[in-house]
Structure formats: structure tokens, C-alpha cells
């Protein structure tokens, strides 16, 4: 032990003591350079983490805004009700998933235990409506009409309805104003879904779980204005979920009400007379068939001719836009959808196709005027015209000897357009056209906006059809495979029909080219397409975007803006030939085919104008047109397989305007009755505490049957075949 | 030579007064290493804030008073104090000849604990329940009478002038020492504390002198035995819960991974100057659970910021490299043991229990030395001071 230093301790331990201190001071480094990295190489991903820890956020559902008519009447508004909602993520932690529940719930609520778990179940493509289309994290709805009893029931016992809650909540409501249900153009809500939150998630107006989305009509269209800003209040709660502080406070901000031009009493009106004119239609024997006209689907639309804004639009078949609040039941989903019931959600103002018939007439009428036949020439009308052995009858199977274009319309002189027609695409070449054919009458129709939407403010419009020689071609193209499968040389009328479109369904034919100028064959237009250019011949020629939002204004009244209809076009005619072709749609209502059912007609103090069309349609029933117009107001109305044009919608147009105009079937005027003299150029006023001053509104009283139009002609002589 | 009793023991200078007893320069009060004491004092009291925020929210923990932890907390620090003072009186050298009591102490206490006196808490049957709120986990103090029995039975020839180094026998003997209470505390199963007693083992190893091969060998066979444990499935399901979700944190955040990502996001959320003592609100929220106990580096971490956690390991730094220090100036080999095994300790002890924190360690229910709440935690590590004190004070004043 000589080796021992003063300190007693030799070199190994020395050496190890070194090694100790070295080995506690690295890890001591280690601790060092990690928090280091944590807290300032990373700090901000995980201070952001440690704020999605630790908020959460309570949603405070903006009140969506009101849709009025023009006067400020609701058209669509909330109403407050006791609504009861399950909560999905709570049921499921229940063992049996919320069955025992959801049928004690329904023992309350006096509901079959199995439709209340229908309506709770998510959709998913196997899934039939019923069923919760929205975020399975956000309370479902299963009644929005409970009563005070059965919610107390409900909140008095909540060991026994655990996620089960009854809150008054606003909930969407389409009061029908005056009978103006106006369902289609109203459109619904339905619940947003996660593929539109994620898309709209990077835009100005995310959405929220709990957000009610317009599907359809005008609640699609201005769904952003209408939904307002939810509000959502951030709470910092713990781990258990307890708050412990508010983080940050969005206060909702009430959606902006739509005024529309829509006058509910026009509306109520044009309902009650376009489903008048069906019933009465389906009463009257089709001489064609043999059988009542089944008088299927109509529509019939009313534009501010000087402004193309919509007064009134309605499609029938229509439904109860209430049945979508709170999320529609099995069977009324059915009933919507059933083939009987004939698609009622379709709005056929905008989305209803069909051959427009003579109502038509105005364009080929134009486009001879541009090709350079004067107005006032000399056509002959005979009673039929035929190319190389086929004969096209004009309709009424009668001759008018010489006559104007004018007269032509007058009468509705199919011949005189057969000829025009038939020129031209003689002109064109033919079968076998020239380079670059003129196409002038179809190039006219896409000049008067056929083919093409009218960019009314509803979602789903349809553009219709011009049959011009690029579509024959595109159809053709799509379909020959198939008509060249079931095409058969001497077969029915429809293998014959298959066999001759699959050899030459491409090319442009004399028979399609005399259909197309009188507005049958191929040719499809919507109602509001019709309403557009007509409203244009009106007004001096332009063809405005039909409008029927008409200014969006804040909640609290404070902030209009207003929505000014924007045009499309001008109509491809002089100011000549407009004044031609409008003083000859006047003679139509005077003298024409409508005359008869404007008798007593104040034609003086309001020039009516008016083109009657019955379109045919292969396998159906005629299709009914008619487009009239005054210096104020444009309506057309269709009813498919309703028969004649002026037969059967001319009183229900007819009634529409003695409404409008407060006239009586003598054409007596009565100011105070009238419901609309002039169109609505003010704006409703809405109060700073957000009520609106609207006017009452009283249902439409029909006039009574007694009440007929002074019998002026009577329809004009009874067609052999058919009548225009 | 016989001296009349008015003189000092030294036999060279007169009595002097209490007053100048204590401020003369070889008084205990100057030999005293100021920089420990100061610097446990202050994590004692950093601990007391940081177990405060940690519970004032608490209500199921602390009864409704939201100073509950934090006079308790104070309370434990003083009585820590008089602990290290009494050890000071008694002196590391007295206290060697009292191992063998102490040893039959503890190893009467952690056999409590498996008896019907012993209670579980938090997965760990490691307690005995006092009554009155207070409860004692005899393995805190297993660990200081492994580290003077072990130097004990090490120095004894070697600071006797016997022998250069420990012999084996010697080594065999200190080994089974530490071997039967280790054994009892992992039957509980605390193996957090049988962890920090492996280490503190080879701590004294080490500084003992021993021959190389028990180093390495101690190391393997710790290495093995881990092995061993994992595949005889001795450990409960807890356990390897924890382990597995060190390994992937992700695994299942809603579960056993929860500790460690909501500390993590804890800490990392403080930044450089962190979110203001009660403003954390992670701790606010109570995210981390047991904060005030293993987790409370997340309380600095997150509302003193890379700052305020930085000081407490700058503030562990001082206290080790002090104990280093110590640890190389004493001329025996005794006290350089016991200073090596509680460099050891704390040294481990405190990497565990922020490594957890941030997620470079395993889970395991051990206290950050001085900062976290709980009594026999606190106790023993103010008696490892006390020790360290002792042999600083007591060593020559030459040095």
C-alpha cells in the first residue's frame, strides 16, 4: 500500500470517478438537447397541438334568412318548435346501440319504433330514405313536432333518454302564402355532407357540421346569402371536457333575406289556374285518341316583360316543400318519387322539354326576314304541301289562298312555313349539303337563345334542343349502334323508323327540315325559354336573364343589395320586322287563333298579344302552348298532353291576367281588385328588430263558371285532325 | 494528555461561544457546501410552485383546498431539511456504524409493504399507508441504506490500508446486500425503483474500485436480466403497456400512449419563456396525468418555458458536479462510495423522470428528486444530501 496519494484513493478509482462525472453530465446534456428540440426547434407544432387539445367549439346555428315575395311576404321563413334529436355518438356507447331508447322514445312521441330508427341510421349508397345524410357527429332530428308534454316527458327523465335532447330550435317553413306554394322554385334544404365540408373548407364560407344546405330552387341558388355565418364560441376545456374559460366568441350573424319578384298573389293565381286548366283539360275527349287528354305535367311562367324578373313561375305536378324540413319520411320520399306521381320535384318552367309547336313560329318567321322574304310578300297557304310524294298537311287541313308572313301567324299557316323551310334547306343543299349551309333557320333559333339556358336563377335549367345538321350528326353518332341493332327493313313503324335512322339518321332531310319550321320533330325549348323571347318581342328585342331574386337585404334591413337582371341578347330583327311580327302576335288575340278566348279583352287600354302552339309529340298526347304577352307582362303556359294551345291553357292565361289587371270577363277594370296593375318597383321594407311589414294577403277567389268570356267566335272551325 | 474540559476538542484553542462556533472559518456553517444546499432549497421550492399549479384545479385530488400540495409540499421541504441537518450531526461516519439497524429498518419496511399493510397506487404495490393523508414508500429509503451498507462492507479494508481494492468476497457480499431488498421491491412490482438501484449498484461499483469484471459483468447480467423479464412475462400488463408505447407513442394516443403525447405536447408548447406559471393550459386543462408526481417537468416545461426548465437541470447540474467534487476530495474510500452511489441515484433518477417527459425514456413511476410531490421521496433525497454535506464537512480542511 505505498502507493496510496493523500487523498486515499488510487488511480482506478480516480480514473472512474472521471468517467462517473463525464457519464451524469452527458446525460444531463441529452436532457438539455432534447428539451431544446421540443421547445424551440418544434415549439409551434406543438403549441398547436396543445390548442386543438384543449378547444372546443360550441356552434350557435345562424337563423337562415327569410325568402320574400315582392311586397315582403314569406314565401319561406323559421318557425320555432320543440324539436327532439338523438345524439348518434351517444346512443352508440349504449350496449344495445340506442335500440332500447330510440323505442321508449318512440313510445313517446307516439311514433312506430322502427321509422324512428330509420331516421336516425346514416345513408350510405344501400341505405334508403329515410335516413341521416348528414355528420353522423351532429344531433339527428326526429321530430320537429313534438309537444310540450312529450318533451317534458323527455327532459324529466334523462336517465332514461340518454342523447336524447328536446330544444326549441327555428326550423325552416314554407307558410304558402295565399296559396302560392311555389314549391319547386322555393327548392329545400337538406344537410350538409362531408364531401361539402372538405370542399368548401379553403373558401369565404366554410361549413359547418350542423349547416342546413339549399339543395335546390332558390335556396340553392343563394344558399351563401340566405345561411348567414354560424357562430361558434371556443372554450378551453380540460381533459374531461369541463370549461374552464372562453377562448373566442364569433357571434352569429343572421343570414340576408331575398326578396324575389315573385308576387305571391300572381303566384297563388297562376297555381291554382294552371292546375284548373289540367282538370278541365283531362275532362275534354281527345279526338285524335279517342280518350280524355291525361293532361299529365304543365307549367306556366309570368316575366315583368321590360325586365325578364319572374312573377310568378309554377310547375305541376307539385308537392308540400315541408315534407324536406327536419328530414323527409319514408313515405313521402315514395310518394315524390313513385312513377304515378309523376316527378313533382321537377320544376318544369326550367326543366321541362318539349316541341314548342306554332308558339315557334315567331323564329322561323324571323329568320325569312333575314334570309330577305319581306314581311309583307305574297305566300301562298295552301292546305297541304308536298315534297317528292309526301304530303305535310297544314294542320287545319284548310287553305287561306295568298297571305303574309303576318297572316301567317295569325292563322297559324303551317304551309307557308313548309315552304320557306324546304327552300332554304334546298338552298343549303339538301341530303347532301354544301360547304358551310347557311342553316339560316337554325342559326336563328340559337340567335333567339334556343339550345342555350336563359341563365334564370334556379339551378338545374335546361337548355332544350336546336335540330340543326351538327346535332343530327352528334345523335346519330350516339345512337346508331343501337338503331342499327333493332332497325328491321319492313318492320313496325319503329324497326322501320330504327332502319332508316341507322343508314341516314345523320343527315339533315326534307322532312326534318319542314318539321323543324313549325317548331315539331327534334325541337325541344323550356317554357321560361319561350317566356324569354316572347317578353323580348315585347320589350323592344332584349332578352334579359329571367330573374327572380331581386335584391338581397341584411337581417337587420340595413344593407340592400339589389339584384339587376342582366340581358343575354338582343333578338337577330329590326325594329321593323319586331313591330311586324307583334302587331301580327296582336292580331293572333284579336283575330287570330287565341280571339276566342279574348273576347271583351280591353285590347285598347291593354294591347294583349298571343301565339296559341300544339305540338306533337310521338306516342302522346298533343302538347298545349301558349305565349302571350302585354306591354307589362309575359305568360306562357304548357300543359303536356293537355291538347290545343288556346284551348287549353287560354282561360287559365286569360284568368291570370283579369287577376293581374282586376278585370272582369266583360273587360271592366277594377283598379282595386287588381292584384298587380304595374310590376312591384319598390322594395319591401325590413325593420332594424328584422320583422317586415308585409302587407295581408287573402287566397285567390276563382272566377265563378257563370262568369264566361261574351261569346266572341267560338274556337275556330273544329279541326278535322288537329287544331292550331 | 489530559485537558481540563474548557477547551475545544481539538485541544488547541479555547471554547468558543454557539455564535463564534458558527462563524469561525472551521466552523460547519462555512465548510458546508453552499451550492448544494442552495441549490436543493431552490428546486424544493421550484418543486412547491410547480406542484401548486399543478393541483389547484385539482379538486378531486386536493380536497377542495387549492394550497393543499403547496403546504404540504413546503412542509415536506422543511422536514427534509431537519433531516439533513440531523444526518450533518450525526455524520456519514456515525451513520456506518449504524447500517446494520438501518439495514434491518428497511428491509422490515419493504416487507411491510407486502403484507396486508402495503396499498397499490397507480400499479405499484410500493406503499404503506400511514393515515392522516400520509403514506411512506420504504423503497426511497431501501436506496440510501443500499448505498451505505454496499460502502460499508467496500471500504472497510480498503480504508483500513488492508487492501488496494475491494476483493471479490467483498464485492460478492455488497452485492447480496443490495440483492435482498432489490429482490422485495420488485415483487411489489416497483421497477422504476429497482431501475434507479441496479444503477445506483453500479455506481458504487465503481467508484468502489472494484475489479472491472464485476463492472462489466453487473452491466451484462442487468442487460440479461431485462431480456430474462420480458420473455418469462413477469411483468405485468401495465408495464409493458408502457414500454410499448414509448416505442410508438401513436399507437393508441386515447390510451397508454396519452402520458407521454400530452406531455410532450405540454412541454413543447412552452416555447422559450413558456406560457406564465397557472397559465399552461395543458396544465390548466389537467391533459397530463399524475403532473404533480412523475410528470411535473411538464408544469415547467410548459409554463416556465425552455427557461424555467433549463434552470432545473442547470440546478440538478450544480447539485451532481458538487457531489463530484465531494466525491474526489475526501480522502476516504467511504465517503467517496456513498457519494458516487448518490451521484448515481440522482443522476438516473432525474434523466428517467424528464426523459419520460420528453419521450426519450420509458415510462416508469419514478419522482424528479426534489421538485416532485411526495414525502419519502423528498425525505430521502434531503438524507442524500445530508450525507453529501457530511462528508464535505467532515473531510480534512486542507482539501
Known amino acids: 500500500m505505498t502507493n496510496i496519494p493523500e487523498t486515499g484513493r488510487t488511480p482506478r478509482v480516480q480514473i472512474r470517478l472521471v468517467i462517473l462525472q463525464v457519464l451524469v453530465f452527458s446525460l444531463l446534456l441529452t436532457l438539455g438537447g432534447r428539451l431544446w428540440y421540443l421547445q424551440i426547434r418544434n415549439g409551434k407544432e406543438y403549441s398547436d397541438e396543445a390548442k386543438n387539445n384543449h378547444v372546443q ?5 345562424a337563423v337562415r334568412g327569410s325568402i320574400l315575395d315582392a311586397r315582403g311576404i314569406p314565401l319561406a321563413d323559421n318557425e320555432t ?25 318512440a313510445g313517446v312521441l307516439d311514433m312506430k319504433p322502427q321509422d324512428v330508427m330509420d331516421k336516425v341510421r346514416l345513408c350510405d349508397s344501400k341505405t334508403p330514405q329515410p335516413c ?77 357540421r350542423s349547416d342546413q344546405v339549399g339543395r335546390f330552387g332558390l335556396e340553392r341558388t343563394y344558399d351563401k346569402q340566405l345561411r348567414g355565418k354560424s357562430g361558434v364560441t371556443r372554450y378551453e376545456v380540460d381533459n374531461l371536457g369541463r370549461v374552464i374559460g372562453q377562448a373566442e366568441n364569433d357571434p352569429a350573424v343572421p343570414g340576408a333575406h331575398l326578396v324575389t319578384s315573385i308576387d305571391a298573389r300572381v303566384q297563388g293565381v297562376a297555381e291554382y289556374e294552371l292546375n284548373a286548366a289540367m282538370v278541365e ?37 307539385t308537392y308540400d316543400p315541408n315534407v324536406w324540413v327536419g328530414g323527409i319520411s319514408a313515405k313521402d320520399y315514395a310518394k315524390l318519387t313513385a312513377k304515378e306521381s309523376n316527378v313533382p320535384l321537377m320544376n318544369r318552367a326550367i326543366q321541362g322539354q318539349a316541341a314548342p309547336g306554332s308558339i315557334f313560329k315567331v323564329i322561323p318567321t324571323t329568320a325569312a326576314v333575314n ?14 304541301y308536298s315534297i317528292g310524294g309526301q304530303v305535310f298537311k297544314n294542320f287545319e287541313s284548310q287553305g287561306h289562298g295568298n297571305i303574309t308572313l303576318g297572316q301567317a301567324l295569325e292563322v297559324s299557316c303551317d304551309t307557308v312555313f313548309y315552304a320557306l323551310g324546304h327552300q332554304q334547306w334546298l338552298k343549303d343543299g339538301g341530303l347532301h349539303p354544301i360547304k358551310n349551309p347557311a342553316e339560316i333557320f337554325y342559326k336563328t333559333a340559337h340567335q333567339f337563345g334556343l339550345g342555350a339556358e336563359t341563365h334564370v336563377d334556379l339551378p338545374g335549367e335546361e ?32 324497326e322501320l323508323l330504327s332502319y332508316e335512322n341507322c343508314l341516314e339518321g345523320n343527315l339533315m332531310r326534307a322532312g326534318d327540315a319542314v318539321n323543324y319550321s313549325i317548331g315539331q320533330g327534334d325541337t325541344l325549348v323550356t317554357p321560361i325559354q319561350m317566356a324569354t323571347i316572347y317578353a323580348a318581342i315585347s320589350n323592344g328585342g332584349t332578352m334579359w336573364n329571367p330573374t327572380i331574386g331581386k335584391a338581397v337585404i341584411s337581417a337587420d334591413g340595413k344593407k340592400v343589395e339589389e339584384i339587376k337582371p342582366q340581358a343575354h341578347g338582343k333578338l ?153 | 494528555m489530559q485537558t481540563a474540559n474548557k477547551f475545544s476538542v481539538s485541544r488547541y484553542a479555547p471554547e468558543r461561544g454557539p455564535v463564534a462556533k458558527l462563524t469561525a472559518r472551521d466552523s460547519v456553517l462555512r465548510r458546508l457546501d453552499w451550492p448544494i444546499l442552495l441549490s436543493a432549497l431552490a428546486l424544493s421550492l421550484l418543486g412547491a410552485l410547480l406542484v401548486w399549479s399543478a393541483t389547484r384545479n385539482r379538486t378531486t385530488l386536493n380536497q377542495g383546498d387549492p394550497y393543499y400540495f403547496l403546504t404540504r409540499h413546503a412542509m415536506n421541504t422543511g422536514i427534509g431539511l431537519v433531516l439533513m441537518i440531523g444526518t450533518i450531526w450525526l455524520g456519514h461516519r456515525t451513520l456506518r456504524g449504524a447500517v446494520p439497524i438501518l439495514y434491518g429498518l428497511s428491509l422490515i419496511l419493504v416487507l411491510a409493504v407486502l403484507t396486508p399493510l402495503g396499498s397499490t397506487i397507480n400499479g405499484a404495490h410500493a406503499w404503506i399507508v400511514i393515515g392522516g393523508g400520509f403514506s411512506l414508500q420504504p423503497g426511497e429509503f431501501v436506496k440510501i441504506t443500499i448505498i451505505l451498507g454496499m460502502a460499508m462492507l467496500l471500504a472497510a479494508r480498503v480504508d483500513a490500508g488492508d487492501l488496494e481494492h475491494p476483493d471479490h468476497r467483498t464485492v460478492v457480499k455488497a452485492l447480496c446486500l443490495a440483492a435482498a431488498p432489490m429482490g422485495i421491491v420488485m415483487l411489489m412490482p416497483d421497477l422504476g425503483s429497482v431501475m434507479v438501484m441496479v444503477v445506483i449498484v453500479l455506481g458504487v461499483l465503481l467508484a468502489s474500485g472494484a475489479s472491472n469484471r464485476w463492472v462489466v459483468g453487473l452491466l451484462a447480467s442487468g442487460v440479461a436480466g431485462a431480456v430474462l423479464i420480458w420473455q418469462l412475462g413477469v411483468l405485468d400488463e401495465y408495464q409493458i403497456n408502457r414500454f410499448a408505447a414509448f416505442a410508438n407513442p401513436e399507437l393508441d394516443p386515447a390510451g397508454v400512449g396519452y402520458n ?106 419514478l419522482p424528479l428528486p426534489f421538485v416532485s410531490y411526495g414525502g419519502s421521496s423528498m425525505f430521502a433525497v434531503w438524507v442524500a444530501v445530508g450525507l453529501l454535506q457530511s462528508i464535505r464537512v467532515q473531510r480534512p480542511m486542507s482539501a
Open chain 1, 57 to 61: 367549439q360550441v356552434v350557435q346555428p
Open chain 1, 81 to 105: 318548435r320543440l324539436v327532439v334529436s338523438a345524439s348518434r355518438t351517444e346512443l352508440m356507447k349504449i350496449k344495445d346501440k340506442g335500440k332500447g331508447v330510440l323505442t321508449r322514445l
Open chain 1, 132 to 208: 341521416w345524410n348528414g355528420s353522423p357527429y351532429q344531433p339527428i332530428p326526429v321530430t320537429l313536432e313534438a309537444t310540450t308534454q312529450q318533451a317534458l316527458q323527455i327532459r324529466e327523465r334523462p336517465e332514461d333518454f340518454p342523447g336524447i335532447t328536446a330544444e326549441p330550435t327555428a326550423v325552416r317553413r314554407y307558410p304558402a302564402p295565399g296559396g302560392a306554394n311555389t314549391g319547386q322554385v322555393l327548392g329545400y334544404l337538406s344537410p350538409v355532407t362531408d364531401d361539402e365540408i372538405v370542399k368548401a373548407k379553403n373558401t369565404n364560407s366554410p361549413f359547418l
Open chain 1, 281 to 317: 283539360a283531362r275532362k275534354q275527349i281527345d279526338r285524335n285518341t279517342g280518350v280524355p287528354y291525361k293532361a299529365d305535367a304543365g307549367a306556366v311562367v309570368v316575366l315583368e316583360s321590360k325586365t325578364g324578373r319572374v312573377v310568378a313561375m309554377a310547375s305541376n305536378p
Open chain 1, 371 to 384: 334570309a330577305g322574304y319581306p314581311f309583307d310578300g305574297s305566300y301562298p297557304c295552301p292546305s297541304s
Open chain 1, 463 to 494: 337548355k332544350g334542343r336546336v335540330p340543326d345538321r351538327a346535332w343530327k350528326q352528334r345523335f346519330w353518332e350516339a345512337n346508331k349502334d343501337q338503331w342499327c341493332k333493332t332497325g328491321k327493313k319492313g318492320g313496325t313503324y319503329v
Open chain 1, 572 to 724: 337577330p330583327m329590326d325594329e321593323k320586322t319586331r313591330q311586324q311580327i307583334s302587331e301580327a302576335l296582336e292580331g293572333v288575340a284579336t283575330r287570330g287563333t287565341a280571339a276566342w278566348r279574348f273576347g271583351g279583352w280591353p285590347q285598347k287600354q291593354i294591347p294583349m298579344h298571343a301565339k296559341t302552339g300544339t305540338a306533337e309529340v310521338y306516342g302522346k298526347q298533343t302538347t298545349s302552348w301558349f305565349a302571350t304577352f302585354t306591354d307589362d307582362y309575359t305568360i306562357v303556359m304548357t300543359i303536356s298532353q293537355g291538347g290545343t294551345g288556346s284551348g287549353a291553357s287560354g282561360p287559365a292565361v286569360r284568368n291570370i291576367y283579369n287577376a293581374i289587371y282586376g278585370l272582369d270577363m266583360a273587360g271592366k277594370q277594377d283598379l282595386s281588385k287588381a292584384l298587380l296593375p304595374k310590376p312591384e318597383a319598390n322594395l319591401p321594407t325590413i325593420q332594424p328588430d328584422g320583422s317586415i311589414d308585409a302587407p295581408e294577403i287573402r287566397p285567390y277567389v276563382p272566377p265563378s263558371p257563370e262568369d264566361v268570356p261574351p261569346a266572341l267566335a267560338g274556337p275556330p272551325a273544329p279541326p278535322a285532325h288537329k287544331q292550331d
Open chain 2, 260 to 365: 407521454t403525447n400530452q406531455a410532450r405536447i405540454a412541454i413543447g408548447s412552452g416555447g422559450l419563456l413558456g406560457s406564465g406559471l397557472f397559465k399552461g393550459s395543458q396544465t390548466t386543462g389537467q391533459f397530463v396525468p399524475e403532473q404533480q408526481t412523475d410528470f411535473v417537468f411538464t408544469v415547467a416545461g410548459e409554463e416556465l418555458g425552455f427557461v424555467g426548465a433549463g434552470l432545473i437541470l442547470v440546478l440538478l447540474g450544480v447539485i451532481l458536479w458538487r457531489a463530484c467534487v465531494i466525491a474526489r476530495e475526501t480522502t476516504e474510500l467511504y465517503g467517496t462510495i456513498v457519494c458516487a452511489g448518490i451521484i448515481a441515484w440522482f443522476a438516473f433518477q432525474a434523466f428517467e423522470n424528464i426523459g419520460m417527459t420528453l419521450g426519450i425514456m420509458p415510462v416508469a413511476g
